[in-house]
């Protein structure tokens, strides 16, 4: 599976941005699409996660209510729409995909097997 991550930039604090990750090479049925990101000087970190089959989706508690993550089955493509964004949600993002073997560990990036490049977000204050 390749992802391709799009759709980052620069945006004002309290506007919105639409990450898109497309996906290629095979279909991502039976997969778990999330996405991540990294601050200067932090660490990766958990944002959300869809299951490509039946849609369930899943956020980290400091996104939740912001933040919409969708998919496109027809497109193969997942989304991230970050609304209200403040200068905390600046960093790299990157989408990964993992097959879908259940809640667990859908945080962890250490069980995704395929990454995109990241996409920049930078929010001004």
């Known amino acids: 599976v390749q992802l391709q991550a799009s759709g980052g930039g620069l945006v004002q604090a309290g506007g919105s941005l639409r990450l898109s990750c497309a996906a290629s090479?095979?279909?991502?049925?039976?997969?778990?699409i999330g996405w991540f990101r990294q601050a200067p000087g932090k660490e990766r970190e958990f944002v959300a996660v869809i299951r490509w089959g039946g849609g369930h989706t899943y956020y980290d508690d400091s996104v939740k209510g912001r933040f919409t993550i969708s998919r496109d089955i027809a497109k193969n493509t997942v989304y991230l729409q970050m609304n209200s964004l403040k200068s905390e949600d600046t960093a790299v993002y990157y989408c990964?995909?993992?097959?879908?073997?259940?809640?667990?560990?859908?945080?962890?990036?250490?069980?995704?097997?395929?990454w995109g490049q990241g996409t920049e977000v930078t929010v001004s204050s």
């Open positions: 090479g095979r279909s991502v049925r039976g997969y778990i």
């Open positions: 990964a995909a993992s097959p879908d073997r259940g809640l667990p560990t859908i945080r962890h990036g250490n069980r995704y097997h395929y």
